[in-house]
């Protein structure tokens, strides 16, 4: 894949994922739950302007200056306590909503996730080591999502680890 076209279609994935959080913030009634969709649009966003930076220089110079990103998601540790806070204050109805919103973003989550990873194995050098940030960034935001959802569905998970087993109870 052309880097033009690689970076556009980069855009277009950070942009649906920035979309389902924005709008998720909107209509999620609990303040922590809409603060979480918040930070995670917010974060979206900087990777949208990181990328649109990117493509406006690769069509200027036919080059691509990778420069430091961060992220601004927290440690999972932070996360985890978001999750309880959210769990004791919340309706059954919102977490039904909640659910489904987690649910969509996960996916985009990963089917972006999956691009990236493609990206680091079929691009240029320079290409492989800003797509590598971008799907390490991206796999971070799996975890916070996942763990949101495993939290609230009650699945015995917490970021990946069995947190209780039915048959030692």
């Known amino acids: 894949m052309e880097m033009e076209k690689a970076i556009q279609t980069a ?3 950070e942009t649906n994922i920035r979309d ?3 709008n998720a913030a909107q209509h999620v009634h609990d303040p922590e739950g809409r603060r979480f969709f918040k930070m995670m649009g917010d974060d979206e966003q900087h990777h949208l302007d990181y990328l649109q ?3 406006k220089s690769w069509r200027k110079s036919g080059k691509l200056s990778v420069e ?3 992220s601004i998601v927290p440690p999972k540790e932070m996360v985890q306590k978001a999750s309880e806070k959210i769990k004791a204050r919340i309706s059954t109805e919102d977490l039904s909503s ?3 919103i987690l649910g969509r973003a996960l996916q985009a989550e990963v089917e972006t996730s999956n691009f990236y990873e493609e990206m680091v194995k079929k691009m240029t ?3 492989q080591q800003m797509f590598a940030r971008f799907l390490e960034i991206e796999e971070n935001h799996i975890a916070a999502v ?3 959802l495993d939290y609230i569905t009650h699945t015995g998970y917490w970021f990946n680890f069995k947190e209780f087993d039915m048959e030692e109870l």
């Open 11 to 13: 855009i277009d994935y």
């Open 20 to 22: 389902i959080y924005r």
């Open 53 to 55: 930076e990117r493509l």
């Open 68 to 70: 430091k990103l961060d």
């Open 98 to 100: 909640i659910k489904v």
């Open 125 to 127: 050098l320079e290409g």
């Open 146 to 148: 996942q763990a949101e």
